[in-house]
């Protein structure tokens, strides 16, 4: 008895130095979760501006430029980067490359998180008004992750739901059934925003008007496309700047043709990744003698992106827009390799076959022409990759030409060329006027090619090839490189890691 | 009929022949000896055996002596004529310096205690009588005067006494033993109480005698911890512990090491064993803090028996990490240290200059319409142009690497008196690594002491406190040294240091650039305690209290220059992190040890216990710094904040366990154990999990018909069934947690959140099931010892990080899905081939070997593999899943090259489903990086005053995919390349595809990189030369030694990568392995 009791005084003493409670409820301090965030008022608001931030995955990001610019009619690979294979059309564009993985996740995440915000968003204690304003931004921008999709990868998962544990069983629905979704989802939307949104840079009606008249087009309802467009020209707030080169003013961002357009600011904390643009299209001109990088002629070279003879081509001696996308001219920069007999400030001359010089720089894949749109050279340091520069999504510019393209496809090209007459008027320079098209010009070829001359460079053309079905004919005639590009190509492989992963049979596209 | 005895049984026969006779001593006896018998011996000329032989031929006496204690050969130089036995023993006896005693009709002769010659040196060692191997620490008692002394080190003593006295030893857990001082260097052979298997090793809460364990534990002792100059606890394991796989995590001063028992169990990466230091489980992985020179053992538990006390941490092994403590006794002082110079283990084969020129002529001449080869004014720089017409070369690793240098110092002071015993260490570690600014530097200190305060109370503290810094050399300068053109030049004309090697490049950067303009600073502070009470409630039943705080506090800064590789010449980049880990843990332990009877033993051990551990980290990165000698250091002037981030952790764990050990005759032993864990990681409904063992053991060496057995020294079986768990998971882990985002609308900030993480409240233990059966056998005394061990593990409800299709909007979730088999044979051997007592050459030999077969036996329950996550059933974990090159496509093959998309002189896979068609359907398993075998060899020689030893390990039979191949291996002719073969339209190789100057890299590169990384290396040579006692004791030294040593000095392997145990894991080759030739000096006072 002694000794129990001797047990005993000596586990009270130990439960004495074990001292506080041993509790084992885990409480996430430093972690947010759904249900702790998005019930509360600015918590839901903060999932709609994170739904907003994949935006930036699109524009601005090297995969987006690469899946939309890569093995087009206007630009073939450049000297550098994991992915020229992209332009040849052949057995290395495959489900294993990265950069399909990468834009199939992002638009997904996009996704997953526009339906997380839908499903909470009658749980928040905020004004109905509110409400509905975060629903239509949300289901917007949930559209336009499908559009990407849809016109990169054909059919596609319809996620209209929240993920909820594991799903591995996933199927392909068709296109035209996601463009329902995508339609019902702007056409919200366009019915429930004003033309105007409480801050820059949000989804507005006229952002949804845009991008609904892209939907209509694919399911080929044309004349309501056209609708869409025309009601954007003649009851939305923009209006087409008179000078082409001024949409590109780097302190002119926010202007009057701008509808929508992904966000970035000087603010690095809140800058992510930044945009990127200006160093895929920048040539190795610091390879050459007498040039070093420099924040005023292109930057970090990346040189990934090299536009093709037929878009330099494609613009008349008139058109303003030749001098306002293309540098092909580069200053002396760089003392220590001067070249004899230059100074700094002088125009480089570069040697274009031997004995033959020319000060129009070459294009090929050492040294080739630039692009000017995306030049950012208010970054502390050449070598930040990180831009400022808003991407621009839907100018006014292009709502013209969806008018036409529209108008064209409904049978009434003589309405719709009136409208892509409407750029090349302003396109042309000070005192110049620009060839008019007659309604018997215009083509879907001349749509094209108007949409190069207005659009090149802003991530628009291989969804633009695809979405009309010129892909392979346009990219074999005009891309040296892709002289190989058979109809397979028309739409990218599903990345293996979808097929690999799910544990039903997910269909590959054919070909590939 | 003379007995001769030796004199290790001497006493004891003694004692029984005493018994037997009533005690009847000394000079009465002598006395009544002398009437009646007379004799008459020429005895001048006799030894003094031969003197023996003739008194028992005349008397009928029988002489009982010892033959070593008396010297009886010596000649007696006598005569005796018409004496009594009794006056011719006295004289013999005042002669020989010897006692006599009559017992009956025997005399038993003693060598005599009183008269002892004169004093002098005498040296001697002490040795393990089994394994002949040194015992250090033994004490030495001198039985005239009592005074005592430690053998050291190399188990080596001296002292001053005469010719007659006698030497005490005793060691615990030996016999001890008194020895006749009759020669100047005496070797004692200590027998341990039953044999080498009486060792006490140190198990899970408590100690057990080696020969009682019923379970799987592997003990590293301190002197196999010594033999080797590691940095780092573990990397004195390599190579010494069967199924014990240790590997290397980088090779830059400071870098971590890993270790893995039996295999992988647990498909996440996250496989380490728990790390238990003096009782209290040390903050997870973190051992580089602790100094290897303090520990006296490390314990590796393998099997659930051994680990299961451990439960929801075990599963992947535990060790039980046990430092030095004090001894009642002399107060020792130790120094030891070394010094050694390091380099690189091996270069990489690059292209030189011309080489490389020609590559990239070949690159362009591809992409020719024509076919032509291009100008080399065309392709090539000025500076590149002058390399080719000089024939000059840079080799960017000669330019980077030089040699490097490790030093050690350790001063030790240990002792105590009766009540209270102490340890105490300081240590200094410095590494100058290979590369310019890249080191590692640790200082620490330790405190152990016991106290007793009474017959019932005994506390005390293990403790220790440790700084260290490392400077990690960036990446980059790795990566340059490979890639970097070498017709590039690092100095200009006027010896300036080129920012850009060539003129025509934009992205590498000249790496001394990198060495100097960029800086990767660590400080870690690591504060541990090991506090105890213990009481005694009763005889057989004891509650020990354990406390153990374990504080880290990691804090570092980085920088980078404008002129580095990260910023090329834009604005400098700099931040600085924070991460301070506490944990705390409370054990209430109850021991409980009684014998019922003779035939009943029981031991058993409850426990409770309590851990937590919060983690804090922070950080802060900035650019445009204003002057760049600040690095890191004023961070307030920057002009932008890049990235600021805090973060919260906090786990807990609440245990209750129990161990009951019964032994029945000491020859059949059960071990019953349990262990409820509750982890606050899991969500609530699934906290809980039990994890019980049970093992049985059968001392059959102890069986009356193999006791006496001159072969069989040693037989036990032993079999073992358990389950252990594994957490696994990092705290938060249920919840489905968001991730922060980035935006903004115009110029005001929008930061926002998207769901990062799937929740999942289901998530429970992973939890391991594993049988062990063992023999442990020694033969002739234990000459020879081994063991043989099978174990099979099956793990179920896996916690796995499945990648799911991302059309979920994620990329994986965390499941318990699965199981996995481990089944595996381990063989340890360990034997004494030469000992000589005659000249002290002793050699001895430990081997041990490990094979181990992984595989998934379940995946999702359908029977289906995940091929998205390359895990198939049936096969290992980690196996690698890609195409197979067969070869190159040749020209003669165009028409099928083209029609299947592939250009000749490309890499040409195998059609491995036969269908016509290469695709994604063509991937095959190539194999696994997780080796078939793996094994290690240690020879430990001795002769004199020298010893060798050499460890050997190898790891047989796998495969790696070799970043650092895929990334140096382009062909595109803007990089070196490695010095491979390649494809031209004259050299039609199977090797290496065509160059293409358009391409970033190769096609299909991936399947060159797949290389077989088997090797058997020369881990560790040590010879160490102890000076003679003789001279040393002027210097009031008890032990000195000098060694020098190689670390790495050879390596057989087919691979051509820097190192295949480094490239193991398949990371590309950032520090390069080194080797290290040192000398080192060990001094005892």
Known sequence: MKIIKKLFITLCVGGITFGSSCKLEEIPVSQATPETLFTTPSGLRDGVYGVYSKLRALYGSQVGFTLTTMGTDIFQHGKDGGYKFLDAYDSQTNSSVGYFAQLWYDCYQGINAANTILAYADKADIPDNLKTQYKAETRFLRAHFYYWLTVQFGDVVLATTETKGVNTTAVRTSKEEVWKLMREDTQFAVDNLGWTADAYGKVTKGAALQQLAIIMLMQKDYQKAADAAKTIIESGPYKLLDSYADIFRYDNQQNAEIIFAAQYTKDLLQNGDGNQGHAFFTPAYDQFPGLQRDLNQGGRPYTRFRPTEFFRNLFNPNDSRFEATFRYVWIYNNPATLPKGKAIGDTVEWQISPGVTSKIAPNTDNMHWAIKKHDDPTRASVQDLAGFRDFFIYRLSETYLTAAEALLLAGKPAEGVVYLNKVRTRAAKPGKTMPMLSAGDLTIDQILDERARELGGEEKRWMDLARTGKLVERVKKYNPNSAAIKDMYLVRPIPQSQIDLSTIKFPQNPGY | ?1085
């Open chain 2, 1 to 1085: 009929m003379k007995i001769i005895i030796q004199n290790k049984d001497f006493v004891f026969v003694l004692l029984l022949s005493l018994f037997l006779t009533n005690n009847l001593f000394g000079q009465q006896s002598r006395n009544r000896l002398a009437e009646g018998v007379i004799i008459n011996i020429q005895a001048q000329k006799l030894s003094l055996a031969e003197c023996f032989k003739k008194l028992e031929t005349a008397t009928g006496y029988q002489f009982v002596y010892s033959s070593k204690e008396l010297d009886t050969n010596q000649q007696t130089g006598l005569n005796f004529v018409n004496q009594s036995l009794g006056q011719v023993l006295s004289k013999l006896a005042d002669k020989h310096h010897f006692s006599y005693k009559v017992i009956d009709k025997q005399i038993a002769i003693n060598k005599n205690q009183v008269n002892i010659g004169t004093p002098h040196l005498i040296t001697g060692e002490v040795i393990d009588s089994a394994t002949h191997e040194t015992i250090i620490g033994a004490a030495i008692r001198l039985k005239s005067n009592q005074s005592g002394i430690m053998s050291d080190a190399g188990g080596r003593f001296s002292l001053t006494a005469g010719y007659g006295d006698e030497l005490i030893v005793s060691y615990i857990g030996y016999k001890t033993q008194s020895v006749a001082i009759n020669q100047d260097h005496l070797v004692v052979l200590l027998a341990g109480r039953q044999s080498a298997l009486s060792e006490v090793v140190v198990v899970g809460y408590g100690t057990q005698k080696k020969r009682d364990v019923t379970g799987s534990v592997v003990s590293i002792t301190a002197d196999d911890i010594k033999q080797i100059p590691a940095t780092n606890p573990f990397q004195a394991i390599k190579g010494k512990a069967a199924g014990v796989d240790v590997f290397n995590g980088g090779n830059e001063p400071g870098a971590a090491i890993n270790i893995q028992i039996r295999g992988q169990n647990s498909i996440n990466a996250n496989n380490p064993p728990l790390v238990v230091l003096d009782g209290i489980p040390a903050i997870d992985g973190f051992i580089n803090d602790i100094n290897p020179s303090d520990i006296q053992s490390i314990e590796v538990l393998k099997d659930a028996s051994a680990t299961a006390i451990y439960g929801s941490r075990a599963s992947n092994g535990v060790l039980l990490i046990t430092t030095k403590r004090g001894a009642t006794g002399k107060t020792n002082i130790n120094y030891d240290s070394y010094y050694g110079v390091t380099s690189t283990i091996n270069r990489l084969d690059l292209m030189n200059g011309q080489e490389f020129a020609q590559l990239r002529r070949e690159a362009n001449r591809t992409d020719d319409p024509n076919g032509a080869y291009p100008q080399d004014k065309d392709i090539f720089d000025n500076i590149a142009l002058e390399s080719i017409a000089k024939n000059r070369s840079t080799d960017w690793q000669d330019v980077i690497y030089g040699n490097g240098n490790k030093q050690n110092h350790q001063l030790s002071i240990s002792g105590g008196g009766e009540k209270t015993q102490f340890a105490l260490s300081t240590n200094y570690f410095k590494e100058n690594g290979i590369v310019d600014k890249s080191d590692y530097t640790r200082g620490s200190f330790r405190i152990n002491v016991d106290h007793r305060i009474n017959d019932k109370f005994k506390t005390g503290i293990s403790s220790f406190a440790s700084r260290s810094v490392q400077h990690v050399p960036s990446g980059d300068v790795f990566d340059n040294a490979l890639r970097l053109n070498p017709l590039g030049v690092p100095y200009d004309q006027q010896g300036n240091l080129l920012f850009r090697p060539n003129n025509d490049e934009g992205q590498r950067v000249n790496p001394l650039y990198d060495i100097t303009g960029s800086l990767d600073e660590r400080y870690r502070t690591r504060v541990f305690a090991s506090i105890y009470g213990e009481y005694k409630i009763s005889p057989a039943l004891s509650y020990h209290l354990n406390v153990g705080p374990d504080a880290e506090f990691a804090n570092g800064g980085t920088f980078n220059g404008s002129l580095t590789t990260a910023n090329q010449g834009g604005s400098s980049t700099a931040g600085v992190n924070e991460t301070n880990i506490f944990s705390i843990t409370v054990e209430n332990i109850l021991n409980y040890d009684k014998r019922f009877g003779k035939d009943h033993h029981i031991m058993a051990t409850a426990v409770q216990s309590y851990q937590n551990q919060v983690t804090n980290s922070s950080f802060t990165n900035v650019s445009k710094l204003p002057y760049e000698s600040q690095t890191y250091h004023n961070l307030a002037t920057a002009g932008s904040v890049t990235g600021v981030g805090s973060d919260y952790q906090k786990w807990s764990l609440l245990s209750y366990m129990g161990r009951i050990n019964y032994q029945y005759k000491d020859r059949y032993l059960l071990t019953v154990t349990g262990r409820a864990d509750g982890s606050s990681r899991f969500a609530t409904g699934h906290k809980w999990g039990f994890f019980p063992s049970a093992a049985l053991a059968w001392k059959i060496s102890d069986e009356d018909f193999l006791k006496s057995s001159k072969l069989i020294s040693t037989l036990k079986l032993r079999t073992s069934y358990g389950s252990t768990g594994n957490t696994g998971i990092q705290p938060y882990k249920t919840f489905g947690v968001l991730q922060k985002t980035a935006y903004t609308f115009g110029d005001t900030g929008a930061p926002g959140f998207l769901p990062g993480t799937i929740s999942n409240p289901n998530l429970k233990w992973e939890t391991t099931n594993q049988i062990n059966t063992a023999i442990d056998f020694g033969f002739w005394n234990d000459r020879l010892t081994g063991t043989v061990e099978y174990y099979q593990s099956k793990t179920h409800d896996l916690l796995l990080d499945r990648s799911i299709p991302t059309s979920t909007g994620f990329v994986s979730v965390l499941e318990n899905i699965g199981s996995t088999e481990n089944t595996g044979i381990e063989v340890s051997l360990s034997s004494v081939n030469i000992s000589s007592t005659h000249n002290g050459f002793r050699w001895k030999t430990d081997i041990n070997f490990a094979r181990n077969k992984n595989k998934i036996t379940e995946l999702l329950g359908d029977g289906k593999d995940i091929v998205g996550n390359s895990w198939f059933i049936g096969h290992p974990i980690n196996v690698f899943y890609d195409y197979k090159k067969i070869g190159i496509w040749q020209t003669d093959e165009a028409a099928v090259a083209k029609a299947n998309g592939f250009a000749v002189g490309g890499i040409k896979i195998e059609d491995t489903n036969h269908d016509g068609k290469y695709d994604a359907n063509d991937r095959q398993i190539l194999g696994s990086y997780t080796p078939a075998w793996i094994a290690g060899l240690t020879n430990t020689f001795s002769y004199g005053g020298f010893d060798l030893s050499v460890v050997l390990n190898t790891r047989q039979d796998y495969l790696t995919y070799s970043q650092w191949y895929d990334n140096n291996n382009r062909l595109a002719g803007r990089y070196n390349n490695l010095n491979v073969n390649y494809w031209t339209p004259e050299n039609p190789t199977n090797d290496n595809p065509r160059p293409d100057k358009n391409q970033e890299s190769v096609f299909l590169g991936s399947t060159l990189a797949y290389k077989n990384v088997s090797f058997v290396r020369v881990k560790n040579i040590i010879f160490t030369y102890h000076f003679p006692l003789a001279w040393i004791k002027k210097l009031q030294m008890s032990a000195l030694s000098l060694n020098v040593s190689a670390e790495n000095p050879f390596t057989i392997t087919d691979y051509k990568g820097y190192d295949p145990e480094f490239e193991s894991t398949g990371q590309r080759a950032l520090y390069p392995s080194t080797k290290m030739y040192s000398v080192g000096l060990n001094a005892s006072f």
